[in-house]
Every structure is written in structure tokens, then in C-alpha cells.
């Protein structure tokens, strides 16, 4: 167990998680170890398929691009680069000769990573591609508020009441999460959306999160921690992952749609549909393999699981993403 910031007094969860997480020591950039993966897992951890799909919606984007000589590919919370390499690894490869692709994360390199990905820690300026976000924006540190006044968090988990909220923290809540009760404040993650989005000239920019609507936001808040596999207290003392859910309607700008992940991945051809018994006959081996994709995909597609995802699909300088999806003219997203 990690005593880091022990014996230090309580200061706002935002401040808690910057130093939990990226902070010397740091839950995400302490090196060695297994990285994210070891302690919880994603849609990138669960199936090869998750990357394929990415892949597929990068060759829409290449097409609606009008094939650009330069194709950029910027993973955003990289981990330890797991879903861009499997992009790469699953790109026909006169498309993937074209891709310059980037993973962004604030720790450092892995060995092994292929020579071909840019590793960085913020993500590149005027690029032309897919900008992916794979549970990145909950982990951008925020404030959790109560009554109007911000939650203090000591380095153990014992929270406290604070000051009263900042004009620009109550305006966001005012307008993005009225109900009364504890809430997180979102806003520096709409600010962090907004600055990785403004990064593309032309392309699109999808974040996929845990998420929550503003007419459904939870009464009791959702920050948790995750360590080894297994949900526990939220403490800020770097030894766990400090998570909370996305207000992704509050992150999305114009002409943004949101989608469950099992909308989105249905769309780019993942089905958990059980291959024809048939098969079997003709080809044990290949109905197998065909029944554990399925089975893959059924997880990646479960209504009450990884399935209900949000995917966050915000177009830039070309046409929407997947056909027929609509954003509301006040802003929100459909």
C-alpha cells in the first residue's frame, strides 16, 4: 500500500486524483508493472475485435478523406499502446503504410512497442484522421461537489466538506447536473474534449466511456477505484485507479452524435451472431473459431456490459459518423 501524501490535509478531489494518478509515483505513470491492464479491463483488453472494428472506421474515415497521402491515427490514454497496435495489425497494409499513428499517454514508453507508433504526451497539432479515446476522459481529474460546496479528500479516502463552489463549477452544474446531491463536475473534461478535438482539421474524434445523461445522472455520483482486477474505495494515494463516469453530452460540440458501444460496433460489423451449425460438419475447426468470435463479440455488444458503453463520435471538417445518426439543433446529441 502506498503512503504517498500521507499526514498531508484534505484538498479537493480534483488535486487528489491529478497526484494519485499522474502526480510523481503516480498510479498511471509509475513505471514497470502490467499498466491498466493489470488492474481492470476494456473493450481493447477484451477481444481483438474491439481493435478491428477501430480499424474499419479508420477506412471510412481514409474514404471520406479522399484517401490523404498522410493518415493520422491518435490514440488518446494510451495504456500501454494495446488498441493502436492492434489497428495497425489489422489495416490492409497499402493503408497502413499511408498511417502516421500515435499513442498518447503520460507514461513512458514500453519496450516492445512497434518502432512504427510516435509515442507522446499530448497529442499532435493539425492532423487529418481518427482521433480515439478509449476510456481516457475518466480519467481526467475532477471536482466532486455536495450541497454547493466542493468535497475535500484526505491521502486515506476520509472526505470532508469545502468551500463553496466556484462561479464557473456552479454554472456547470446548473446546466448539466441540476439534480440535487452529490455531483462531479465535468467540466474539465469538457475542456480536455474540447482541446484534444481542436487538434484534428480534418477527421473524426470518438471518445468511448462508462457515461451518464443529464436527465439520468446518478444521485450518488459514481467515482470508484479499481486495483488488481477488482472494484475498491476510491483513495487518492496512488495505489489504485481513481475512475468516474463521463457527462459525454456535456462534452459533445457541434454536430456531435452519441451512441451505446453496441450501436457503434454493430454498425462496423461486430455480431455475436452464433455461426451455422452447419459449419461444424464442414469445418470443425473454422466453427470453433468462428463460435469464440462470437462469443467475443457478444461481450463487446452486451446490453448491460460493454455494450452500454457511449461512444462520443464528433466529426471535423467531414460528414457524420455512422450514416443517419442526428445531432439536436440545441446541441445535443441524439
Known amino acids: 500500500m502506498s503512503t504517498q ?11 487528489a486524483m491529478e497526484a494519485a494518478l499522474y502526480g510523481p509515483g503516480g498510479f498511471y505513470v509509475r513505471p514497470g508493472g502490467p499498466g491498466p ?3 481492470f479491463r476494456t473493450s481493447v483488453h477484451a477481444s481483438g475485435l474491439y481493435a478491428a472494428a477501430v480499424a474499419r472506421l479508420l477506412l471510412r474515415v481514409d474514404a471520406a478523406l479522399g484517401h490523404p497521402a498522410g493518415l493520422d491515427l491518435v490514440d488518446m490514454g494510451a495504456g500501454r499502446g494495446e488498441l493502436v497496435a492492434g489497428v495497425l ?36 497539432v493539425r492532423t487529418t484522421g481518427l482521433l480515439f479515446a478509449n476510456e481516457w476522459l475518466d480519467n481526467v481529474p475532477l471536482e466532486v461537489a455536495e450541497d454547493g460546496r466542493y468535497v475535500l479528500v484526505a491521502p486515506d479516502g476520509t472526505e470532508s466538506p469545502g468551500g463553496p463552489l466556484e462561479e464557473a463549477d456552479r454554472t456547470w452544474l446548473e446546466r448539466w447536473w441540476p439534480q440535487p446531491g452529490r455531483a462531479e463536475i465535468g467540466r474539465t473534461r469538457d475542456e480536455a474534449w474540447a482541446a484534444a478535438v481542436a487538434t484534428l482539421e480534418r477527421g473524426l474524434a470518438v ?10 445522472r446518478p444521485p450518488y455520483g459514481t467515482l470508484t477505484g479499481f486495483r488488481g ?30 451512441l451505446t458501444q453496441r450501436e457503434a ?8 451472431a452464433r455461426p451455422p451449425l452447419a459449419l461444424a460438419g464442414t469445418d470443425p475447426a473454422g466453427y470453433v473459431r468462428a463460435l469464440a468470435a462470437a462469443g467475443e463479440a457478444a461481450e463487446l ?23 443517419g445518426a442526428q445531432a439536436r439543433p440545441d446541441g445535443a446529441v441524439a
Do not use: K, N
Open 5 to 15: 501524501g500521507e499526514g498531508m490535509a484534505p484538498v479537493r478531489w480534483r488535486t
Open 37 to 39: 491492464a493489470g488492474h
Open 89 to 124: 495489425a489489422a489495416l490492409p497494409p497499402e493503408v497502413a503504410a499511408r498511417v502516421r499513428p500515435y499513442a498518447v499517454e503520460r507514461a513512458e514508453r514500453p519496450e516492445g512497442l512497434d518502432p512504427r507508433i510516435r509515442w507522446a504526451a499530448a497529442p499532435p
Open 207 to 216: 471518445a468511448v466511456d462508462y457515461a451518464h445523461s443529464r436527465d439520468a
Open 229 to 258: 482486477g477488482r472494484e475498491v474505495a476510491p483513495v487518492p494515494d496512488g495505489s489504485c485507479d481513481v475512475t468516474a463516469h463521463v457527462a459525454l453530452d456535456a462534452c459533445a460540440g457541434p454536430g456531435a452524435v452519441l
Open 265 to 272: 460496433l454493430t454498425a462496423l460489423g461486430v455480431s455475436g
Open 301 to 323: 455488444t452486451a446490453r448491460g456490459g460493454l455494450g452500454a458503453f457511449g461512444w462520443l463520435v464528433q466529426p471535423v471538417g467531414t460528414a457524420p459518423w455512422p450514416d
